[in-house]
């Protein structure tokens, strides 16, 4: 048997690299300029490595009884890591993923092909551009992981990107994003403020430790006009190697505190994560 070998390709935002896990026989691990995007494993497409996105696993497990399909679009493709997730969970689900970086597209395709018949269509397109042309109504679940190199783009910070949202989403649907902080948590507390400002329901997934400031590190934002199930959600996530919290109602308030909703021109990416706190060797 071969021995599967790192891959280094110059795509269209950076220098992606492919690395094999020497513990796992076909899993990958995906970076741009140094900064993990996705872990991937082939033969089991519902391990998800990064915390982050066992978060977001967790809460697409709550979203609709078990197995049963959905309509999801993805704004950030990396290695495809949570579509793969949705095909092995809810088969026959219909998703859409939104990449700005082609040949990053094209490298995974090439090297991380998805099943046959996986239901997953791919576009080359910007986050917020595609998803302010989308039908409105036509999702049950928006997910955004987008991050330029280590950041959140500013453009996908903003009320008007949040109206956006909820536009694509069923009155039902549900709004998931990674995004990442740390104390004072000017950045994570202006996304609160924006999207309470479009939504009726918030709900908060992190790490103890992230939100008493002791660290920069991932929060996963729900947000829906319905009751998020913070309870099972609880459950879930207070089972990890690594427990998060889950914070809503008056606690999510009291921490979003002053913060105001982010308009257009006052916009500004997500902040530099220190040195170390997402690279690679």
């Known amino acids: 048997m071969t021995e599967p ?7 269209d935002h950076g220098t992606a690299k492919l690395m094999p896990d020497v513990d796992r026989e076909r899993a990958w691990l995906l970076t741009v300029d140094g900064a993990p995007q996705s872990y991937v494993d082939l033969d089991a497409p519902t391990h998800l490595e990064f915390e982050y996105a066992r ?5 697409l497990d709550t979203v609709a009884p078990p197995g ?3 309509d999801v679009l993805h704004l950030g493709g990396g290695a495809l890591t949570l579509p793969r997730y949705l095909v092995a969970t ?3 689900s219909r998703q859409d993923v939104v990449e700005a970086d082609r040949q990053l597209l094209d490298l995974v395709a090439e090297h991380l092909p998805l099943p046959a ?3 997953v269509a791919l576009h080359a397109a910007d986050a917020r551009a595609w ?20 950041r959140i783009p500013a453009h996908l910070t903003t009320l008007g990107y949040a109206r956006a949202a909820e536009r694509a989403l069923r009155p039902d649907g549900v709004y ?3 995004l990442a902080d740390a104390a004072p948590f000017a950045f994570l507390r202006s996304q609160l403020a924006t999207f309470a400002a479009v939504f009726e329901e918030l709900a908060l997934v992190a790490e103890p430790g992230v939100l008493r400031g002791r660290r920069f590190g991932n929060a996963v934002l729900i947000a829906a006009h319905r009751p998020v199930d913070t309870a099972a959600l609880a459950r879930l996530t207070a089972a990890d190697a690594f427990p998060a919290r889950v914070e809503h109602g008056a606690a999510l308030r009291e921490f979003t505190g ?4 982010v308009g257009d021109a006052a916009a500004v990416p997500s902040p530099v994560p220190p040195g170390g706190a997402f690279g690679i060797g």
């Open 55 to 59: 978060r977001l696993g967790h809460a």
């Open 176 to 178: 998931l994003a990674n």
């Open 90 to 92: 809810r088969p026959g």
């Open 68 to 70: 049963r399909p959905l």
């Open 5 to 11: 070998i790192p891959v280094t390709r110059a795509v």
């Open 131 to 150: 998803l302010e042309t989308v039908p409105a109504g036509s999702a049950d679940v928006l997910i955004a992981d987008v991050f330029g190199g280590s």
């Open 117 to 119: 018949g996986a239901g």
């Open 258 to 261: 002053a913060a105001s909703p």
